[in-house]
């Protein structure tokens, strides 16, 4: 399985951006995706996942009602629509699949997008 996460860029505080990753391999339905992010010199956070056909969706504290995980499985597609955005969501974004839910966790990263926020 390959991840492509895309999508990042600078915005303004209180501004949008949509994160996409584009899956590769295995299959894109069966796996639970997620986002997480890390931020310089802290510890990678979690921020959403999804299961595999979209019926259950769980969120960080710090980003419930901003922001929306969802997926196109028809497009092996995962994305994340931020909104409002503070700058304490300045990180790396990074989408991971759990191929095998239930066993050992995430076991695919992408390689991260950057997304920074000004105040």
């Known amino acids: 399985v390959q991840l492509q996460a895309s999508g990042g860029g600078l915005v303004q505080a209180g501004g949008s951006l949509r994160l996409s990753c584009a899956a590769s391999g295995g299959t894109f339905s069966n796996s639970v995706m997620g986002w997480f992010r890390q931020a310089p010199g802290k510890e990678r956070e979690f921020v959403a996942s999804i299961s595999g056909y979209g019926t259950s969706t769980h969120y960080g504290d710090s980003v419930k009602g901003r922001f929306t995980i969802s997926r196109d499985n028809a497009k092996n597609r995962l994305y994340l629509q931020m909104n409002s955005l503070k700058p304490e969501d300045t990180a790396v974004y990074y989408c991971?699949?759990?191929?095998?839910?239930?066993?050992?966790?995430?076991?695919?990263w992408g390689q991260g997008t950057q997304v920074t926020v000004s105040s």
């Open positions: 991971a699949a759990d191929t095998s839910p239930g066993t050992v966790g995430y076991d695919y």
